[in-house]
């Protein structure tokens, strides 16, 4: 168990995916200046690649890959005093549970924190429920903690866990565009839209876009390459439309990849559906555009952004318009627009509550045990399924035949090394991308 008087905090961070890798590695740092960090990548589909992590950039003083069973154990045996858990819904109520059982009776154990790695425009409820039981569950901005306790008080729960701060990758240099756009970036989404017919019209506007104005550069911003997996399945890579697009994509428009906040400081127009790159950009001070072209719809996430004045269709972009974020709607989505005001702001400030919250329960004489909504008495048919997924009986035990892994394979180096397996990695990801969509579709006809 921590120490509570240890110089340097110690947090471990599991993540399941390279941006909820960003989201808590950054989120750690932001809530515990100066502590060390371990990284743990939860062993799944979306997994990241060495590649996806040096492109995200976040840190740490070790990194490795592993499976939620073991993460508990590792916890468990390891003095650490705070853990991030940045997953999706149902790993972080497996490792909750699983933790509740691995500390019941100690005196003391290490601070638990959750939350979402941006915009949250579905599966409010679900989601959030999943994540009750934390000590600390961030939101994003204001608007989010306000739902948030809404859904907690919804269902008679505690709300009392929910805490404002921001999301922790907004920053770099504000915008200083006069007036000129000399580069258009284009925010892809792996899922968002989904259909083929939809991903290639937005393409094709793109390099449209380019055409009209063969002053400006317009670049596709990609999250992935083909075969590598983001927080989202894409089963219609844009590097694949590209090649079948008619005419192609003109000299001025191309796939790039790269960091965000590298991306953004040559931007002088975003233009996304509905991805949190909007509000990157938007907190800069950048003109951002949320398409309209595909209709405003809850399945796009578009709808998140009403009352925001991004706004806005390609046939508007086309012919020179710049959107105006409207002022109030930014500040209750946690954004300052035109960047982080110096000498301390809203935004420098807005983790403070978070950061003071996590230090009282960090130094307290004893914290309670967790306690998540979820029981095998509240969801009887729910919670099991969840915790068997991650090798956990109702009770958070761990389930028969989830042994230690070899410690040979600990290290996420190695791993990269491990020729084979890649190779079966690359294999189940190629089924999980092509052959079970291809069946879904032959299911169709």
Not at 272 to 294: C, N, Q
Not at 319 to 337: E, I, K, S
Request: aromatic content about 6%; hydrophobic content about 40%.
């Amino acid at each position: 168990m921590p120490s509570r008087t240890s110089s340097t905090p110690r947090v471990a961070v599991l993540a399941d995916s390279d941006t909820r890798w960003k989201w808590g590695a950054l989120t750690a740092y932001r809530i515990q200046p100066g502590a060390r960090l371990d990284g743990f990548l939860l062993r799944g589909r979306a997994t990241p690649t060495v590649r996806q992590l040096e492109e995200v950039g976040a840190r740490a003083a070790t990194l490795r890959e592993i499976r939620g069973v073991d993460f508990v154990r590792t916890v468990d045996r390891t003095q650490y005093d705070i853990v991030v858990l940045s997953c999706v819904g149902g790993a972080v109520q497996a490792m909750l549970h699983g933790l509740a059982r691995s500390w019941a009776g100690a005196d003391s154990r290490p601070v638990v924190v959750t939350g979402y790695v941006g915009v949250v425009y579905e599966k409010l409820a679900d989601g959030l429920l999943l994540r009750h039981g934390a000590d600390v569950v961030l939101a994003n901005s204001r608007h989010d903690a306000d739902r948030f306790r809404d859904v907690y008080r919804g269902v008679g729960a505690d709300g009392a866990a929910v805490v404002e701060c921001a999301l922790p990758f907004l920053g770099g240099a504000p915008h200083t565009g006069e007036g000129t756009v000399g580069t258009v970036v284009f925010a892809a989404q792996p899922s968002v839209p989904e259909s083929r017919a939809d991903r290639t019209y937005l393409l094709g506007r793109a390099a449209e876009h380019a055409r009209k104005h063969p002053d400006r550069e317009v670049l596709i911003k990609l999250r992935s390459k083909p075969g590598e997996h983001t927080t989202h399945i894409e089963e219609l890579p844009y590097q694949k439309l590209g090649t079948k697009l008619p005419g192609g994509l003109p000299a001025n428009c191309r796939l790039v990849y790269g960091n965000m906040g590298e991306v953004l400081d040559r931007t002088d127009l975003m233009v996304t559906v509905s991805s949190t790159a909007a509000l990157e950009s938007l907190h800069r001070g950048i003109p951002t555009a949320v398409l309209t072209d595909l209709g405003i719809r809850e399945a796009l996430g578009n709808h998140h952004f009403l009352g925001s004045g991004c706004l806005a269709s390609w046939d508007e972009l086309d012919a020179g318009h710049r959107p105006a974020p409207d002022p109030d709607w930014l500040a209750r989505q946690g954004v300052a627009a035109g960047g982080p005001p110096s000498g301390g702001g809203s935004y420098e400030s807005a983790f403070d509550a978070a950061r003071a919250k996590v230090t009282a329960l960090r130094t307290a004489d004893r914290l309670p045990p967790l306690a998540p909504y979820y029981t095998p008495r509240t969801a009887p048919g729910y919670l099991p399924q969840i915790l068997a997924r991650h090798g956990l009986d109702p009770h958070g035990e761990p389930l028969a035949g989830h042994t230690e892994p070899d410690a040979r394979t600990g290290g996420l180096r190695q791993v990269a090394r491990d020729t084979v397996r890649e190779a079966a990695r690359g294999a189940y990801r190629h089924g999980v991308q092509r052959v079970a969509p291809a069946i879904r579709r032959w299911g169709q006809l």
